[in-house]
Nanobody, 119 residues
Framework: QVQLVESGGGLVQPGGSLRLSCVAS????????MGWYRQAPGKQRELVAG???????NYADSVKGRFIISRDNAKNTVYLQMNSLKPEDTAVYYC?????????????WGQGTQVTVSS
């Protein structure tokens, strides 16, 4: 059984920073891509940033230049450094990963962590 557990969310003032972490655990053979999505109230879930096993990254236009995604393959962990936060970044942030286990490849989601940007 694979689990993705996020941490690091919270309340921050506009212009502030937060760092999200997501750890994958279980009987993991290989983690291919990892990423962060977010969902604001009344809106669809959207991709924030993604990173491949080789370190290639992609970002939503709305976060380019402010957010940085990284990963530690030895720790099965992906991070999202969020800087210059804006109220419109308020959302539940979800970790996502393509993971291969004994059962084969599958896509997994974390439970989500709330990020609130407000003064």
């Amino acid at each position: 059984q694979v689990q993705l557990v996020e941490s690091g969310g919270g309340l921050v003032q506009p212009g502030g920073s937060l760092r999200l972490s997501c750890v994958a655990s279980g009987s993991i053979f290989r983690i291919v891509a990892m990423g962060w999505y977010r969902q604001a109230p009344g809106k669809q879930r959207e991709l924030v940033a993604g990173i491949t096993s080789s370190g290639s990254t992609n970002y939503a236009d709305s976060v380019k230049g402010r957010f940085i995604i990284s990963r530690d393959n030895a720790k099965n962990t992906v991070y999202l450094q969020m800087n210059s936060l804006k109220p419109e970044d308020t959302a539940v942030y979800y970790c996502n990963a393509d993971i291969t286990t004994y059962s084969g490849p599958r896509n997994y989601w974390g439970q989500g962590t709330q990020v609130t940007v407000s003064s």
